[in-house]
């Protein structure tokens, strides 16, 4: 027998091992504790994504979620209208007491700025009571949102002191206050296992949770629950979409989005969706399974011929971004297009929506491609393109708020900082920190290249890598440079307590002082040093979310690295501020940009 025959037998005997041989072949990717714990790093989790071993590949890596809280904008309809319960004339639940246990704060009227807790909802007439009434009644048309919450740690229930709406664990979690707050819960098992509800209240000491919505009783003692956070997105060749727990590196599911293609965009979620794109279509899947609920052909009403026949008006361009309420993406075209993820209503008949989900809404039209992600604020959107312009438009009704001019092509993703400044990287070597309702320039700071990369916000501090490799640390109030440091070339990958965290041309792994900028680790180092090698690693992440390290293969190897004892998640952004866009009441003091952290609680 030759030796090529032999060697013919072998490669086809390897093509079909089953899942669990395929992923055993990639151990020897895994970095071993001690080339990790000489760089004060160790593993968050390792997970392998399961490909078809003929082809396929991973060709994008994407984090969403946040655990923010949702805001449900609705108006007062009609009468009867007390101080303790009225109607509404908007696209709320149909379920009944579905926002029992949120806070319903009015944004607009007489009563603007007061809040009080819902006590009873009745889904067919939107019918809210609360449980102390409010100093007068509103008035029809009067403006309310409700915060309800958006967004795995897992625990049992102790002792069986529990309500509909309190229970304790006898699981070791976070030693900090409302830790958990804004994130889902769900039980795993018991009578209870599948329900879901929000998060209000965590008190560490006693790991007592409050949630938003009663539950249907009382959980048992022993109950297994779970919480959910982020999502990690996988997208192959293949157009298979793999979901992760991005804390925990549990498989969640995988979709199939349609064509194979070798262009895709990062993926968005809200509380009950994930949004993503495929060549010409948007697709909406149900965040907790993965079912595809509705597709939508990336176009509006307004496509001209001559841009259908070029085949430029339908090819996604920018990742999708989402609230609870629209997905947008840009396009080749130069369009920005707004699709609805809920029903829409008629407040006259509650039962047939006006248009269902997944529904054309908007389009704003620039004269570039729009590779930058928008981003949503409440009541208005932000969004960048080529063309050297940062737009910022109203969702409802549509309309164009202002176009600020850089002087350069806008590639990279913008920023948020605080409540109302939005971080613009331009070609024109400018980061500038714009107002997000005035269009201002608060501040702006040359950095002697071009700028393709998103500023990472942490705390008050923003980091920025040019085209050229020069790293700066900036106050993100002022503008004031910090420090700057030249890096080569380089990917921000995370930002943690104390150290920045960067990815090589080469794909090394090299670690800045967030201090003074002072290099402590460069790639050399890091390689053959400390014997960290992920250069097979070849596709990463930027994290704005919190302190993790994502890496991964194009054979389908995750990694996710952590500081040495950071057993949670160090958010990059206080989860007790107000959220960007927020428009304080009126007579109500504009709260700082970005508070420290209270004493305990997780720094940025």
Same mark, same amino acid.
């Given at each position: 027998?030759?030796?090529?025959?032999?060697?013919?037998?072998?490669?086809?005997?390897?093509?079909?091992?089953?899942?669990? *041989?395929?992923?055993?072949?990639?151990?020897?990717?895994?970095?071993?504790?001690?080339?990790?714990?000489?760089?004060?790093?160790?593993? /968050?989790?390792?997970?392998?994504?399961?490909?078809?071993?003929?082809?396929?590949?991973?060709?994008?890596?994407?984090?969403?979620?946040?655990?923010?809280?949702?805001?449900?904008?609705?108006?007062?309809?009609?009468?009867?209208?007390?101080?303790? !319960?009225?109607?509404?004339?908007?696209?709320?639940?149909?379920?009944? +007491?579905?926002?029992?246990? *949120?806070?319903?704060?009015?944004?607009?009227?007489?009563?603007?700025? /007061?809040?009080?807790? %819902?006590?009873?909802?009745?889904?067919?007439?939107?019918?809210?009571?609360?449980?102390?009434?409010?100093?007068?009644?509103?008035?029809?048309?009067?403006?309310?949102?409700?915060?309800?919450?958006?967004?795995? %740690?897992?625990?049992?229930?102790?002792?069986?002191?529990?309500?509909?709406?309190?229970?304790?664990? +006898?699981?070791?979690?976070?030693?900090?206050? +409302?830790?958990?707050?804004?994130?889902?819960?769900?039980?795993?098992?018991?009578?209870?296992?599948?329900?879901?509800?929000?998060?209000?209240?965590?008190?560490?000491?006693?790991?007592?949770?409050?949630?938003?919505?009663?539950?249907?009783?009382?959980?048992?003692?022993?109950?297994?629950? *779970?919480?959910?956070?982020?999502?990690?997105?996988? /997208?192959?060749?293949?157009?298979?979409?793999?979901?992760?727990?991005?804390?925990?590196?549990?498989?969640? =599911?995988?979709? $199939?989005?349609?064509?194979?293609?070798?262009?895709?965009?990062?993926?968005?979620?809200?509380?009950?969706?994930?949004?993503?794109?495929?060549?010409?279509?948007?697709?909406?899947?149900?965040?907790?399974?993965?079912?595809?609920?509705?597709?939508?052909?990336?176009?509006?009403?307004?496509?001209?011929?001559?841009?259908?026949?070029?085949?430029?008006?339908?090819?996604?361009?920018?990742?999708?971004?989402?609230?609870?309420?629209?997905? *947008?993406?840009?396009?080749?075209?130069?369009?920005?297009?707004?699709?609805?993820?809920?029903?829409?209503?008629?407040?006259?008949?509650?039962?047939?929506?006006?248009?269902?989900?997944?529904?054309?809404?908007?389009? =704003?039209?620039?004269?570039?491609?729009?590779?930058?992600?928008?981003?949503?604020?409440?009541?208005?959107?932000?969004?960048?393109?080529?063309?050297?312009?940062?737009?910022?438009?109203?969702?409802?009704?549509?309309?164009?708020?202002?176009?600020?001019?850089?002087?350069?092509?806008?590639?990279?993703?913008?920023?948020?900082?605080?409540?109302?400044?939005?971080? &613009?990287?331009?070609?024109?070597?400018?980061?500038?920190?714009?107002?997000?309702?005035?269009?201002?320039?608060?501040?702006?700071?040359?950095?002697?290249?071009?700028?393709?990369?998103?500023?990472?916000?942490?705390?008050?501090?923003?980091?920025? &890598?040019?085209?050229?490799?020069?790293?700066?640390?900036?106050?993100?109030?002022? !503008?004031?440079?910090? =420090?700057? %440091?030249?890096?080569?070339?380089?990917?921000?990958?995370?930002?943690?307590?104390?150290? %920045?965290?960067?990815?090589?041309?080469?794909?090394?792994?090299?670690?800045?002082?967030?201090?003074?900028?002072?290099?402590?680790?460069? @790639?050399?180092?890091?390689?053959?040093?400390?014997?960290? $090698?992920?250069?097979?690693?070849?596709?990463?992440?930027? $994290? $704005?979310?919190? +302190?993790?390290?994502?890496?991964?293969?194009?054979?389908?190897?995750?990694?996710?690295?952590?500081?040495?004892? /950071?057993?949670?998640?160090?958010?990059?952004?206080?989860?007790?501020?107000?959220?960007?866009?927020?428009?304080?009441?009126? !007579?109500?003091?504009?709260?700082?940009?970005?508070?420290?952290?209270?004493?305990?609680? @997780?720094?940025?």
């Amino acid at each position: 027998m030759s030796r090529r025959y032999c060697l013919a037998l072998v490669w086809i005997s390897l093509m079909a091992l089953p899942a669990w *041989a395929q992923v055993s072949l990639s151990r020897n990717l895994v970095p071993t504790r001690s080339a990790l714990g000489r760089l004060g790093l160790e593993r /968050q989790f390792y997970a392998a994504v399961p490909l078809d071993l003929s082809g396929e590949r991973v060709i994008a890596l994407s984090l969403a979620g946040r655990g923010n809280i949702e805001r449900s904008p609705a108006r007062v309809h009609s009468v009867p209208v007390t101080g303790s !319960g009225f109607l509404s004339s908007s696209n709320l639940s149909p379920h009944d +007491d579905f926002y029992t246990g *949120a806070v319903l704060v009015f944004t607009g009227g007489a009563l603007e700025g /007061q809040e009080r807790e %819902i006590a009873g909802y009745k889904g067919r007439t939107r019918e809210f009571t609360f449980r102390t009434p409010f100093p007068a009644a509103p008035a029809e048309g009067d403006p309310f949102e409700i915060k309800g919450f958006n967004e795995k %740690i897992t625990g049992t229930v102790l002792n069986g002191r529990a309500t509909t709406t309190t229970f304790l664990s +006898d699981t070791p979690l976070s030693p900090v206050d +409302d830790f958990y707050v804004g994130s889902t819960l769900v039980f795993n098992s018991g009578e209870l296992k599948g329900e879901a509800r929000p998060i209000i209240g965590y008190e560490a000491r006693t790991r007592r949770f409050t949630v938003a919505e009663p539950f249907a009783s009382a959980p048992a003692d022993g109950d297994e629950f *779970a919480i959910r956070g982020a999502m990690l997105f996988i /997208q192959t060749n293949r157009a298979n979409l793999h979901a992760f727990d991005a804390e925990t590196g549990q498989y969640l =599911w995988v979709a $199939n989005i349609g064509r194979p293609s070798v262009d895709a965009r990062g993926a968005s979620v809200n509380a009950n969706g994930v949004y993503v794109t495929n060549l010409e279509t948007l697709y909406a899947l149900d965040r907790q399974t993965g079912r595809i609920t509705w597709t939508a052909p990336l176009q509006d009403p307004s496509t001209t011929i001559t841009e259908r026949f070029k085949g430029l008006s339908s090819l996604a361009s920018s990742d999708t971004a989402a609230d609870e309420h629209h997905v *947008a993406v840009g396009l080749r075209s130069g369009k920005l297009v707004a699709f609805s993820t809920r029903d829409i209503i008629d407040p006259s008949n509650y039962v047939i929506p006006v248009k269902p989900a997944g529904s054309f809404l908007w389009t =704003w039209k620039t004269n570039d491609w729009i590779t930058s992600k928008p981003i949503f604020a409440d009541k208005v959107v932000a969004f960048a393109s080529r063309d050297s312009k940062l737009y910022v438009a109203q969702n409802q009704p549509p309309a164009l708020l202002y176009r600020f001019k850089t002087g350069g092509p806008i590639t990279g993703n913008i920023a948020a900082y605080g409540t109302r400044t939005v971080l &613009v990287p331009s070609a024109d070597h400018v980061l500038y920190a714009v107002d997000l309702f005035t269009g201002d320039v608060q501040w702006q700071i040359a950095t002697g290249a071009p700028l393709s990369q998103e500023p990472l916000v942490a705390g008050d501090e923003v980091y920025v &890598v040019n085209d050229r490799g020069m790293l700066f640390s900036l106050d993100a109030r002022s !503008g004031q440079v910090r =420090w700057s %440091i030249p890096t080569g070339g380089g990917k921000l990958l995370a930002v943690g307590r104390e150290r %920045i965290y960067l990815e090589s041309r080469t794909r090394d792994l090299f670690i800045v002082s967030r201090a003074n900028g002072a290099m402590l680790a460069d @790639p050399r180092m890091t390689l053959e040093r400390a014997g960290l $090698n992920l250069r097979d690693y070849s596709l990463s992440l930027t $994290n $704005n979310l919190n +302190d993790r390290i994502y890496l991964i293969t194009s054979s389908g190897s995750l990694l996710c690295l952590r500081e040495m004892g /950071q057993v949670y998640p160090r958010p990059n952004r206080d989860p007790k501020l107000p959220h960007f866009g927020y428009i304080p009441p009126e !007579g109500e003091a504009t709260p700082p940009q970005q508070a420290p952290a209270p004493e305990g609680a @997780p720094e940025a």
